[in-house]
Nanobody, 124 residues
Framework: QVQLVESGGGLVQAGGSLRLSCAAS????????MGWFRQATGKEREFVAA????????YYADSVKGRFTISRDNAKNTVYLQMISLKPEDTAAYYC?????????????????WGQGTQVTVSS
């Protein structure tokens, strides 16, 4: 059974930074790609960032490119999302997910396991 638990969300002022963590239980963490998605109130869930099984490849939504960095530590079964220069429009619940492959996936349907989410609120 795979469980994903996010942490690190909170309230931050515009221009600030946060680092989200996602701890995974279960086997074969290092075999699969991982991703972060977000969902703002009243909006659909959207892709934020993805990382390949080894961490050697990453991919970002245009809206966060240059501000967010996804990384992973396979020894700790953890994936991170470092966020800087936060904007009010980054306010959302952030979810980590495990992909069905070891590569980069930006389609939510290619993720089979999801965490419960952590709230990020950016005040102006």
């Amino acid at each position: 059974q795979v469980q994903l638990v996010e942490s690190g969300g909170g309230l931050v002022q515009a221009g600030g930074s946060l680092r989200l963590s996602c701890a995974a239980s279960g086997r074969s963490f290092s075999t699969y790609g991982m991703g972060w998605f977000r969902q703002a109130t009243g909006k659909e869930r959207e892709f934020v960032a993805a990382i390949s099984w080894s961490g050697g490849s990453t991919y970002y939504a245009d809206s966060v490119k240059g501000r967010f960095t996804i990384s992973r530590d396979n020894a700790k079964n953890t994936v991170y999302l470092q966020m800087i220069s936060l904007k009010p429009e980054d306010t959302a619940a952030y979810y980590c997910a495990r992909a069905s492959t070891g590569g980069l996936e930006d389609y939510s349907g290619n993720y089979h396991y999801w965490g419960q989410g952590t709230q990020v609120t950016v005040s102006s």
